[in-house]
């Protein structure tokens, strides 16, 4: 093609091929993020826990009337093995705080004693025997808590406690980097020895940085349920709604008058639903808006081609009447409009990287990654060539005779 | 003069009707949806208690032994008790109150237990934060000393127990124990809850109001954050080292706030003295607007899509820009016949930026139906605050005077490029 004419007749319209490339440079650099931004939120939506997410309920009870301390843990003892023997229930547990819940439990921990040791915050979760089974924890070291290692929190939290530790193995790494942390003396209560390590297992919720999502801490503690939440493991995972609903009604009819309520009961899955509601929100907003981009650039490009294939109608009868196809003038407003997209697309690249620093200024993100800049140049290229096809259309649609006419 | 502009603009946008209904909508997508992140920044960002705002002042302070005490952290949000209850004592304030959130479980007339959120503050609460009573009346200073049981409930629990009747007098059972109602709230609701923001920012206030001294006498279950340094038994004892009580103090006029600054210096330095840190402590002072701001009550989020919206508008002008141009250069041999007849640059200009307007104004209402369903939209979301947006005629306006103005600086450049074209080359041309 005759690159070369194009651009000279280019240079005749210095204004709006400027606001052209503008247009489509800012669009680049907008879609570009926004793409990045979604792929952000949807890598968060899909974290896992580390627990098997499918198969758990959970139901908290709520005491009404004061008991004493030995009557609330007998009852306990009662509700967890009603609930064990509810029909498709595998395992039941309790445990202090729950993923995706409301409450977040955490202690500073430090690898020595000194007063002026750093520490850092770590969540804990406090629970049986069962909770790792009930969870569905996997073990990557060392061995779960034996039974008789089992105490109340006033223990885990008297003088001179030496409660053992379970931790997961990011936390691991991040205490112990390249060695095998099981044996080793944490001190979050007193002084805590490791003895297991779990594959992973997250914090209710994002507290703290981003790699202290995945640190987190195993206590064995007897908890009451007026302290805990009761998890329960079902077989198949269609029956959670189910059991759920045989379960409030078992502790409901069983012990003492308790505030038990569907409210209080949820699955783990909706619990992930609700928690990242605002995450897929924000997504859906951010492709309405990509999509509300494209268009507006669409419509731009249709605009200012038409008008000019109206003022080179003229132009284009002689060119048809000296030999020029359909096709010719077809491909001349076709390559116009690559040659302008190609110069946006160019721009567009450096403001998306410019966009991006400033985003990385004022929110936690990341390096927009590189392959990001590619999908924006093809999304736009594609954009302008769809647009331009239908005033290029008319343009070859003029017939040669337009030549001869005067206005 | 306008009138003929006007009528020449009728007729011009009324000849490429396709270009004009794209600029129209360009315009309109941009106008709606910037409104609506607006919208929703305007409501968020809003002041809760505009007639007090500058007199109520969060009170936060770092007294945290040397060992817990890291400079450059932050200032915490709460106190604990024993300062907490210091400051109450000294009463320096023209009101002063300290608090905590909870949640109980109360029996309903059909023995169902329920649970409800509460508060757990002190008689100050009420005239501080000017909350309206619908029945009976508050408790009194004397209520918070005698540890009183008694209660004031929310008008949406007095439905749900009472049936909306007047309750004052009646028993609210908690438990086995029981609180004397003597007040019921009329319609508050703080959108944002600025007086605690760690229970939800949004949402409505809460059911049961408590004297803090008779929460605690009734171990009424607290919630919020509690930070403890040191294992020490019940967070909740009088010398606990543990922070979990929000503090607010009313000082009326700029001179209080400066000598309850000082008083509070004083206060820290006496601790330091006492021997509880070695450090200077620190000390934060601020009034509602200043509290949210560094709370960061607006979402980030929220933050993000105004600032995308705005990025959309400006894309949109920048296409009207061309849509304009393109739509006043083809129209170059009436303007050079107008130019030829002794019409002036500047009224050609006018001419133009009357026609850039007009479009503007059509993209104007156009972009507050979509602003409107904006808002629906975003009322639709589950997000917390999603109830609480609405648009009102501040905004409303707001919209036209954004689209005007926006369409006007989109027609200048296209305006100033036709008033250009030289009248003989433009009649010759065609």
């Known amino acids: ?407 | 003069m306008f009138g003929y502009y006007f009528n020449l603009a009728m007729l011009s946008l009324k000849r490429n009707k396709v270009l004009t209904a794209l600029m129209v909508l360009t315009i309109a997508l941009g106008i709606g949806t910037s409104m609506t992140t607006l919208t929703v920044m305007h409501v968020l960002s809003g002041d809760p208690i505009p007639q007090k705002s500058a007199q109520l002042f969060r009170v936060r302070m770092n007294v945290f032994p040397d060992d817990a005490f890291k400079r450059g952290d932050r200032v915490p949000d709460n106190l604990t008790r024993r300062d907490a209850e210091a400051l109450l004592h000294d009463a320096r304030g023209d009101r002063q109150a300290a608090m905590s959130a909870g949640s109980m479980v109360v029996m309903s007339a059909q023995g169902d237990p329920l649970n409800v959120e509460a508060r757990y503050t002190n008689a100050d609460f009420f005239p501080m934060f000017d909350v309206p009573l619908r029945y009976g009346h508050a408790w009194s200073r004397g209520d918070d000393a005698g540890h009183a049981h008694v209660a004031v409930i929310s008008g949406s629990l007095n439905e749900q127990l009472f049936g909306g009747a007047d309750s004052v007098g009646k028993a609210l059972l908690v438990g086995d124990q029981s609180l004397r109602i003597i007040g019921v709230l009329g319609d508050w609701d703080m959108n944002p809850r600025f007086y605690d923001l760690s229970n939800g920012q949004f949402g409505d206030s809460e059911d049961v109001f408590v004297p803090l001294s008779t929460a605690l006498d009734m171990k009424l279950p607290t919630s919020g954050q509690t930070w403890c340094w040191g294992n020490n038994g019940n967070a909740h004892d009088a010398n606990a080292p543990c922070i979990w009580l929000q503090y607010w103090a009313q000082l009326d006029t700029p001179a209080k706030a400066v000598a309850y600054r000082q008083y509070l210096q004083n206060y820290i330095a006496l601790q330091q003295k006492a021997g509880r840190f070695t450090h200077s402590g620190q000390l934060e002072l601020q009034d509602v607007m200043q509290w949210l701001d560094a709370k960061g009550v607006v979402p980030s989020d929220v933050r993000l899509q105004m600032w995308l919206a705005l990025g959309f508008l400006g894309i949109c002008l920048i296409n009207t820009v061309g849509l304009l141009l393109a739509k006043f250069l083809r129209r170059g041999s009436e303007l050079g016949v107008r130019r030829a007849l002794g019409a002036s640059r500047r009224s050609i200009f006018l001419q133009c930026l009357i026609e850039a307007g007009m479009v503007g104004m059509v993209g104007g209402v156009f972009g507050l139906v979509l602003a409107g369903l904006g808002v629906l939209l975003v009322r639709h979301q589950p997000t917390d605050y999603a109830a609480y947006i609405h648009m009102d005629l501040r905004m409303l306006l707001a919209t036209f005077v954004l689209a005007l103005s926006s369409s006007l600086l989109a027609g200048l450049l296209p305006a100033w490029r036709a008033m250009q074209l030289s009248p003989a080359i433009a009649i010759k041309s065609n």
């Open chain 1, 1 to 407: 093609m005759h690159f070369r004419h194009i651009l000279s007749a280019l240079g005749r319209h210095r204004i709006a091929v400027c606001l052209l490339v503008l247009e489509i440079a800012f669009s680049c650099a907008v879609v570009c993020n926004a793409l990045f931004l979604i792929g952000t939120r949807l890598e968060r939506m899909q974290r896992p826990t580390g627990v098997d997410e499918r198969h758990i309920g959970q139901v908290h009870v709520r005491s009404v009337s004061a008991t004493s301390p030995e009557a609330i843990m007998a009852q306990t003892r009662t509700d967890l093995a009603a609930l064990r023997a509810l029909p498709n229930v595998v395992n039941a547990s309790i445990v202090n705080q729950t993923l995706f819940g409301h409450s977040f439990s955490a202690s500073g921990v430090s690898l020595s004693d000194a007063p002026q040791a750093p520490t850092i915050h770590v969540t804990q979760y406090f629970g049986n025997a069962q909770l790792p089974d009930t969870l569905g924890l996997k073990l990557a070291g060392g061995r779960w808590f034996k039974l008789d290692e089992f105490v109340s929190d006033e223990q885990l939290e008297g003088e001179g406690a030496t409660v053992p530790v379970i931790i997961t193995r990011a936390l691991a790494e991040h205490f112990f980097p390249g060695r095998s942390a099981v044996g080793k003396v944490i001190y979050a209560f007193g002084t805590n020895r490791i003895v297991g390590v779990v594959d992973r297992l997250v914090q209710p919720r994002d507290y703290g940085t981003a790699e202290s999502y995945e640190y987190a801490m195993l206590f064995p503690v007897d908890l009451p349920y007026a302290q805990g939440t009761y998890l329960l493991r079902v077989k198949e995972s269609e029956q959670r709604g189910e059991v759920i609903r045989s379960a409030l009604h078992a502790l409901k009819t069983d012990g003492p008058l308790r505030l038990v309520s569907p409210k209080d009961a949820t699955t783990l899955e909706a619990a992930r639903a609700k928690y990242y509601r605002n995450d897929r929100a924000m997504a859906w907003m951010l492709v309405g808006v990509c999509l509300l981009l494209l268009i507006v650039t669409a419509v731009g490009i249709v605009g200012l081609t038409s008008f000019w294939v109206a003022q080179r109608r003229r132009q284009i009868g002689i060119r048809r009447a000296i030999g020029a196809t359909r096709g010719d003038i077809l491909r001349y407003f076709q390559t116009e409009n690559f040659l302008i997209a190609t110069f946006g697309i160019a721009l567009g690249m450096a403001l998306a990287y410019g966009l991006n620093l400033l985003l990385m200024l004022h929110y936690e993100l990341g390096h927009l990654p590189a392959w990001y800049f590619p999908v924006g140049a093809v999304t736009l290229w594609a954009i302008s060539q769809i647009a331009v096809l239908g005033p290029a259309l008319r343009a070859s649609n003029v017939p040669p005779v337009v030549a001869t006419r005067s206005v």
